[in-house]
């Protein structure tokens, strides 16, 4: 493949990567409808959303033109992420309760403590962009590694469970989709800071998908059992307060 070709095909993976991104930083939108309606996060974790704000501000970091030249496509996309996942972590405090609102809230303020310092020593301390690159590059690594393993604590409740009530089913599809094309992205023109952490995270989605796969009919059937338990005991309500209202007064 001639460089000329090579760069076609690595924008045209870029902007395909890009939309299935922006797939996957919006995949949330229904879990956080169902929050908002349930007034509370009741089981879900913050963790895939804390990982996932840390690791975008850091490949924003990565993309920009003083750090890595010509990788505009990773700040366009990570930016955005950036901004999205900063309101849904927003969410998740607004319907949190105190002691877990205040764990979100130390580590949202860790975060952004720790971007601001890793941007003052790259950007002032470090004066050539290829030293610049694998020290951000280096950290980049293990924050995206960090953003796809995040649903591990959500896949240990579901193996104890039997139940993938709790796992975002679309975060897991799109995390697959995320890691498939960024990898291909980084293989056309080689760049292990960003093939490393894809690779992995594509490897750790089919995981999440075969245990949703394993666990859908169970978990279905456990949401059956409590729908028809919470019948029993409204009728059950019902049928005590009318023989109380149809009793006889002496």
């Known amino acids: 493949m001639t460089a000329a070709a090579a760069d076609i095909a690595r924008t045209v993976v870029g902007i395909i990567g890009n939309i299935i991104s922006g797939a996957m930083f919006l995949s949330p939108v229904p879990t956080f409808i169902e929050i908002w309606k349930k007034g509370s996060v009741e089981q879900f974790s913050p963790i895939p959303y804390l990982a ?14 003083m750090v890595h030249p010509h990788s505009i496509l990773v700040v366009t996309i990570n930016g955005s992420g950036a901004v999205l996942e900063l309101i849904f ?53 293990l924050f995206n590694v960090m953003m796809y393993a995040s649903p591990l604590s959500i ?4 193996i104890k469970t039997k139940s993938v009530e709790y796992m975002p089913f679309y975060f897991s599809l ?44 169970s978990t279905q059937r456990q949401i059956a059992a409590r729908n028809a338990n919470k019948e029993v005991n409204l009728s059950h309500i019902t049928v005590c307060n009318g023989s109380q209202r149809s009793k006889p007064n002496h």
């Open 155 to 158: 896949m240990k409740l579901v």
């Open 174 to 217: 799109a995390s697959f989709g995320n890691g498939v094309a960024w990898t291909t992205y980084a293989l056309i023109r080689f760049d292990p800071f960003i093939t490393i952490p894809n690779g992995l995270g594509t490897l750790l989605a089919v995981a999440q998908l075969v245990l949703y796969a394993t666990y859908y009919k």
């Open 52 to 65: 996932t704000l840390v690791n975008c501000m850091v490949w924003t970091l990565y993309g920009l033109p």
């Open 89 to 141: 972590v927003t969410l998740f405090l607004i319907y949190s309760d105190g002691k877990k609102r205040l764990k979100v809230i130390l580590w949202l303020l860790l975060e952004l403590a720790f971007i601001a310092a890793l941007t003052f020593v790259t950007l002032t301390q470090v004066h050539t962009l290829k030293k610049r690159a694998e020290i951000v590059g280096t950290i980049s690594i």
